[in-house]
């Protein structure tokens, strides 16, 4: 009897990057080319740590750059299945705000929209619950920031 194949671990990091506008605050959400809404992300690369990764990942997705760097949200993990193989992610998000700057989908990246939305419009746009808690807690930094 065969044991159940153990699955591939990855090592992904993220951004959720916010902006400061006179009518509020607003979060910047991708669309991937599997049409979901979700934060900017992919792998950490070898000798790279995970902020640094998440930093370039937003860059390379939306093509925006001079992000300031406030400190790490949190991890996310889930399974899925890719070319038959179980893969188990793991994505640590950091929040990064963008002081200024147009984000423009890259579409070599495979990111087919780049959107600014209010915390709650965000909510509701996302596609997964986890990326929901994630904008959560990164609300919750974000209001930290912003003080009484």
Not at 136 to 145: F, H, I, Q, S, Y
Request: hydrophobic content about 45%; charged content about 25%.
């Amino acid at each position: 009897m065969a044991s159940a194949a153990r699955p591939v671990e990855e090592t992904s990091a993220g951004g959720v990057v916010f902006r400061r506008t006179g009518s509020g605050i607003v979060v910047l959400l991708i669309r991937d080319s599997y049409r979901n809404w979700g934060f900017p992300k992919g792998h950490v690369e070898d000798g790279e740590d995970a902020a640094a990764a998440a930093a370039r990942e937003v860059g390379e997705e939306t093509g925006l750059s001079g992000l300031i760097l406030h400190g790490s949200v949190q991890a996310i993990d889930w399974f899925f299945r890719f070319r038959g193989r179980l893969i188990h992610k793991t994505c640590t998000f950091f929040l990064f705000e963008s002081p200024g700057g147009d984000a423009c989908p890259q579409v070599t990246e495979g990111i087919t929209a780049c959107r600014w939305l209010s915390v709650d419009d965000a909510l509701r746009t996302l596609s997964d619950a986890n990326a929901r808690e994630v904008l959560r807690a990164a609300g919750a930094m974000v209001a930290e920031l912003a003080g009484p």
